[in-house]
C-alpha cells in the first residue's frame, strides 16, 4: 500500500540517519518529529528541534520527558538553524511547514525563513543526507510558502542534489506533499 504523507516522510528519514547521527526537527510543533528523530539518532546521537514559539518548545519538552528522550531545543527560526549545529555535518531535516497545530495561525512559517533554512543546512548535510519538507498549503501563507518553494527546490543542481515530490493528487482540501531533498 502507498505510505501516507507523515508516515513517508519518516520512512526517508529513518533510512537516512544512522545510529549516533545527528538530526535536525526545523519545526518543534508539538514534538512528534523531535522524539521520532531521537528513536533514529538513539542516545547516542543529537537532535537539534528548533520553533520559535515557546508553547511548541514547552510541548516539544513534555513529550520528550514522557518519553525519556532527550534533544537540543532551540528557541529561535530554523533560518538560524545552522549557527548551533557544533557537528561538521548533519544526517537529516524534517520541516513540517504551516503553524502550530492548535495555536494561532496567523505565526507561520515563511517561504523566506524556510528557504534560507534548506539552503544551510544543505550545506551542513553529509552525501546521502537527506531534507524532508511536508508542505501544507491549505491557508494563505502556505500558500505563497509553496509558490516560493516549488521553483526554488526544482532550481537546485542535479549534480549535487536529487529532490522528490511525493504526493496524492486525487484528494480534496489541499492535502500536504512531501518534497525530500537527498545530497549526493
Known amino acids: 500500500m502507498l505510505s501516507r504523507i507523515l508516515d513517508f516522510a519518516r520512512e526517508l528519514l529513518a ?8 538530526a535536525i526537527d526545523a519545526t518543534a510543533g508539538n514534538g512528534h518529529d523531535t522524539l521520532f528523530l531521537t ?15 515557546e508553547q511548541a518548545l514547552h510541548n516539544t519538552a513534555a513529550r520528550l520527558k514522557e518519553a525519556g528522550a532527550a534533544a537540543e531545543l532551540i528557541q529561535d527560526s530554523h533560518e538560524n538553524a545552522a549557527s548551533y549545529i557544533k557537528e561538521a555535518a548533519i544526517d537529516a531535516a524534517v520541516f513540517n511547514l504551516g503553524y502550530l497545530p492548535g495555536s494561532d495561525k496567523t505565526i507561520t512559517t515563511t517561504s523566506s525563513s524556510t528557504i534560507q533554512a534548506i539552503k544551510s543546512l544543505l550545506e551542513k548535510l553529509r552525501p546521502g543526507g537527506r531534507i524532508v519538507i511536508v ?3 491549505g491557508h494563505p501563507e502556505g500558500m505563497q510558502e509553496k509558490d516560493a518553494l516549488l521553483p526554488f527546490a526544482a532550481s537546485l543542481p542535479q549534480e549535487e542534489v536529487k529532490v522528490l515530490r511525493y504526493e496524492f493528487i486525487n484528494q480534496r482540501n489541499s492535502p500536504p506533499f512531501v518534497l525530500a531533498v537527498e545530497k549526493r
Open 39 to 53: 528513536s533514529c539518532t538513539g542516545p547516542a546521537g543529537k537532535v537539534y528541534s528548533f520553533d520559535i514559539q
Open 15 to 22: 533510512e537516512a540517519i544512522p545510529a549516533g547521527g545527528t
Open 135 to 137: 508542505v501544507y498549503y
